[in-house]
């Protein structure tokens, strides 16, 4: 058996739903990008001595969500098992829009079951032994494989939305994620409570959005049509952004996020958008040296408040590192 792990991950974007509505067959679905930055860097190393408990040495708002998750993978797992050292030297911010609570969970859950010496388990099963996937999979798929996804939608409320389609995203197409700083995103039963007070998404409006990705967003992307895969980046974002306005105030989560996106747009930038319920912001870049330009163009026309990050997708799952 092996006696440390490192598990190593990106970050989910999460472009929006496709459906909700209760005469659906499906809820939810969605369509989202796994990105390199940032990401969560967990190790997971096995105690000499026998008698230890699990500790934890890493920022302390993980805390308690790493060492839940260690308690349920020890609750569902066949045979008891030594205490582990878990350390987070590389974290993603919370509740920022990118999905850092799945990409952890699932990290431990995959670190704890290799120590175990079950290194094979798929992501929704991890999914299931870490207590996540009650609306969006894309992060579980994301986990797992990368890329640029579409989800099915749930039939139930136990079900793992299954992936239905998956493409890989130009590696010469960087993206800026443009994040004011000290501003957090709907969570938790705030969450709950929004998506409880949103009325049904209609038919028409929930068609709109499965057509703009299936039959704009994955072809363009596959075609490499930048101009085709940002317009429809920014349509789709839209016209979710419509739906969860009575949620969130507005198309966007923020008066800044909105000024934002349109001081981009009125500079010729077509893919922006916002990730989850935000502060998040994505904007698709042709090429590095746009991203730079733009970025330099941000910092100088008032937005240093904001983080700004430059990224790039990642098409690959996951990175396990064993050792004995």
């Known amino acids: 058996m092996p006696s440390r792990v490192t598990v190593s991950t990106g970050a989910r ?9 209760p005469q659906a067959k499906r809820q939810f679905g969605g369509v989202g990008l796994m990105v390199e930055h940032p990401g969560f860097r967990l190790t997971a190393e096995v105690c000499d001595n026998a008698a230890a408990t699990d500790a934890y ?24 098992f030594p205490g582990c050292q878990w350390s987070l030297p590389e974290t993603i911010d919370h509740h920022v829009g990118l999905g850092s609570g799945t990409q952890l969970a699932l990290a431990v859950a995959r670190a704890f079951l290799a120590l175990q010496g079950e290194a094979t388990l798929d992501a929704t099963e991890l999914a299931r032994r870490a207590g996540r996937g009650l609306r969006s999979a894309l992060g579980i798929h994301g986990f797992q494989e990368g890329g640029l996804l579409v989800e099915g939608g749930k039939r139930s409320t136990e079900q793992v939305s299954p992936a239905v389609a998956r493409v890989e995203w130009p590696e010469e197409w960087p993206l800026l994620l443009v994040r004011p700083r000290n501003v957090r995103g709907l969570c938790g039963a705030a969450e709950i409570e929004a998506f409880a007070g949103l009325p049904p998404m209609s038919g ?21 049509d930048f101009e085709g895969c940002s317009e429809a980046l920014f349509q789709f974002g839209q016209l979710v952004g419509e739906y969860f306005a009575p949620a969130q ?3 966007y989560s923020s008066p800044q996020t909105t000024t934002l996106v349109e001081y981009l747009r009125g500079q010729g930038v077509r893919g922006v958008g916002q990730s989850s319920w935000g502060p998040t912001v994505f904007v698709v870049c042709p090429d590095k040296r746009s991203a730079d330009s733009l970025s330099d163009d941000l910092l100088g026309k008032g937005w240093g408040d904001c983080e700004i990050l430059c990224t790039s997708a990642k098409n690959a799952g996951a990175k396990v590192e064993v050792s004995a």
């Open 249 to 251: 105030g507005g198309v």
């Open 13 to 21: 974007l999460h472009f929006g739903l496709l459906a909700h509505a």
């Open 57 to 80: 040495a890493g920022p302390d708002v993980w805390r308690q969500r790493v060492l839940d998750v260690v308690c349920r993978c020890r609750e569902l797992s066949k045979a008891p």
């Open 204 to 224: 028409a409006v929930s068609a709109q959005l499965c057509q703009l990705a299936l039959l704009e967003l994955l072809p363009a992307t596959l075609e490499r």
